[in-house]
């Protein structure tokens, strides 16, 4: 599955049709040019070297999104189908409650209640929920007008989960780490933005980490709330709603955030849950 193409056009993917304008069908206005190539024609993990690919007498080539440097090109995202390792053992939780000093239920709760316990979409990526207001802010809303499906200071507009990965590739091509930053990651459904706290130099290795072992989920998420002493204190005295507020805002409420995790934990401390 490592390199499978993903089913379907990607924007990495789109040329300029025969006798047509030239401009992109996905971008307004924007040279097809330049969306065609991409960061994935350049990557640094792709090429054995480590080194630049020379974009020279390739004018239908445009590096866009992340640019060279240090941190890692995770636009492999959009491209092809992943073989991350899942599953999470017990000695990783048990590890991982001891940084906490909370319960491995407490824990899995926060795991179940995220994303029902599945940390991968089916095509082997972390799975995101992307947040048009996060963009918006990170971007100072410089794109609202033309696209506003991704870019919006009102939160909302989801759509479909299936939709999410296209939303965050569009955004990746307007400012790449503004859109990683703007999702929401993995089995704990950490933002992008927290990647500091999560134990990360940057958002692109927050990213290739949680791309890789479903366990870096599970870190990210000790070292996130480690880092945070009122979250993590609700986490040990199973405050749930306190948790809930100080992780997902102040609309828990709305999903019943907090209930949901007092029932998961109750599961899992009785054993009923994996």
């Not at 909302?156 to 990683?180: M, T």
Request: charged share 20%; aromatic share 12%.
């Amino acid at each position: 599955m490592a390199n499978f193409r993903i089913p379907g056009p990607t924007l990495w993917g789109e040329q300029v049709p025969q006798g047509g304008s030239g401009l992109s069908m996905l971008f307004t206005g924007l040279p097809a040019a330049c969306v065609y190539g991409a960061p994935l024609a350049t990557s640094q993990l792709l090429l054995p070297t480590g080194g630049q690919l020379s974009t020279t007498g390739l004018p239908s080539m445009c590096p866009v999104g992340s640019p060279f440097g240090p941190a890692p090109d995770v636009s492999f995202l959009f491209r092809m189908c992943l073989g991350p390792q899942r599953g999470i053992s017990e000695q990783d939780y048990a590890v991982a409650a001891t940084q906490l000093g909370a319960e491995v239920a407490a824990i899995k709760s926060v795991a179940e209640v995220e994303t029902s316990g599945a940390a991968f979409d089916d095509y082997g990526r972390p799975r995101i929920l992307f947040e048009r207001h996060y963009f918006h802010r990170l971007t100072h809303g410089r794109y609202d007008k033309r696209h506003p499906d991704i870019s919006n200071s009102l939160a909302g507009g989801y759509g479909k989960f299936s939709a999410q990965y296209g939303k965050l590739e569009k955004a990746y091509l307007l400012d790449a780490v503004a859109a990683l930053e703007s999702a929401s990651w993995g089995r704990f459904q950490i933002m992008g933005n927290n990647y500091r706290d999560a134990g990360f130099a940057s958002v692109q290795e927050f990213v290739l980490a949680l791309s890789r072992t479903e366990a870096a989920h599970l870190r990210a998420f000790a070292s996130f709330v480690s880092a945070n002493k009122a979250l993590n204190k609700a986490l040990q005295q199973k405050e749930w709603a306190a948790f809930a507020r100080a992780y997902n805002g102040k609309g828990y409420k709305k999903n019943d955030y907090d209930t949901k995790l007092k029932n998961a934990y109750d599961k899992f401390a009785k054993g009923n849950g994996k």
